[in-house]
Nanobody
C-alpha cells in the first residue's frame, strides 16, 4: 500500500509554469507506476500523464503533450509534474495516483489533490 500527498499548486498567469510534487510513503514506491490526473469543476476526471516504475517510459494526455513533463525520483519517493505554457483551461485539481501495472486504467491509490488556477 502507498499513501500520496501532493503539493505545489497555486495561482499562475497564463503562459506561466508550475511544478507539482507528490510524496509517497512506504518502502515499495518503485513497485508502482505513477500517474497524474486532473478534474475541473463540472467536468470528468482527465488523465494527464503516467510514468513507469523505473521512470524510463512516459505517456501523456493529448491536451498536455509538449507542455507538461512527468518525472520521478525513486530514491526520494517522489513524482513530479512540470507544467509549462499554462492555459486557463488547465485550471483544475491535480491528483497523483499509483498503480502496480504501468498502462493500467485503474489506479487503486490516490492523493487528495492540489489546486491549480490559471488566470487569463
Amino acid at each position: 500500500q502507498v499513501q500520496l500527498v501532493e503539493s505545489g499548486g497555486g495561482l499562475v498567469q497564463a503562459g506561466g509554469s508550475l511544478r507539482l510534487s507528490c510524496a509517497a510513503s512506504g518502502r515499495t514506491f518503485s513497485s508502482y507506476a505513477m500517474g497524474w490526473f486532473r478534474q475541473a469543476p463540472g467536468k470528468e476526471r482527465e488523465f494527464v500523464a503516467a510514468i513507469s516504475r523505473s521512470g524510463g517510459s512516459t505517456y501523456y494526455g493529448d491536451s498536455v503533450k509538449g507542455r507538461f513533463t512527468i518525472s520521478r525520483d525513486n530514491a526520494k519517493n517522489m513524482v513530479y509534474l512540470q507544467l509549462n505554457s499554462l492555459k486557463p483551461e488547465d485550471t483544475a485539481v491535480y491528483s497523483c495516483a499509483a498503480t502496480p501495472l504501468y498502462g493500467a486504467s485503474k489506479y487503486p491509490y490516490w492523493g487528495q489533490g492540489t489546486q491549480v488556477t490559471v488566470s487569463s
